[in-house]
């Protein structure tokens, strides 16, 4: 799955259990719709983690437009008055950005060069060129 959203804010880097470290970051996704003559707006909030490399969190600042790639999950719990809640989440395997944050603007301007991080899994079936069907 794809997602593009603007980061929410900067992303944080946790360790977790037996030394792991995963990136933490939230988007936004803006969307609109009219109802009669009212246009309105709804924005969904999707948490993100990345286990595969921590040094992308200095690119990931607020405000900057991120392209993701991965599955989407969902956890669901009950708040302390006992109410059913949930919040969508976004296990990444791959990011490209698009800039738009404070540390992304410079990227643009050539201070410094990011390359999409790619998920390093052997994609045998990558095919340069034309596609098979």
């Given amino acids: ?33 009219r109802s009669g003559d009212e246009r309105r707006e709804v924005i969904t909030f999707i948490e993100c983690a990345y286990w595969r490399n921590e040094g992308i969190a200095e690119y990931l600042k607020k405000g900057g437009l991120v392209q993701v790639y991965g ?35 410079s990227i643009a301007k050539g201070a410094k ?5 790619k998920d390093d899994r052997d994609n045998s079936m990558d095919i340069d060129g034309d596609l098979p069907f």
Avoid: C, W
């Fill in 113 to 117: 060069t990011a390359e999409p991080v």
């Fill in 71 to 105: 599955r989407i999950g969902v956890n669901a719990y009950l708040s302390g008055n006992n109410e059913a809640k949930a919040t969508l989440t976004f296990h990444v395997s791959e990011i490209k950005l698009f800039g738009g944050g404070s540390q992304n603007s």
């Fill in 1 to 33: 799955m794809e997602i593009t959203g603007r980061l929410t804010a900067d992303a944080v880097v946790r360790t977790v259990k037996g030394d792991k470290k995963v990136v933490g970051f939230t988007i936004a996704l803006n969307d609109s719709y």
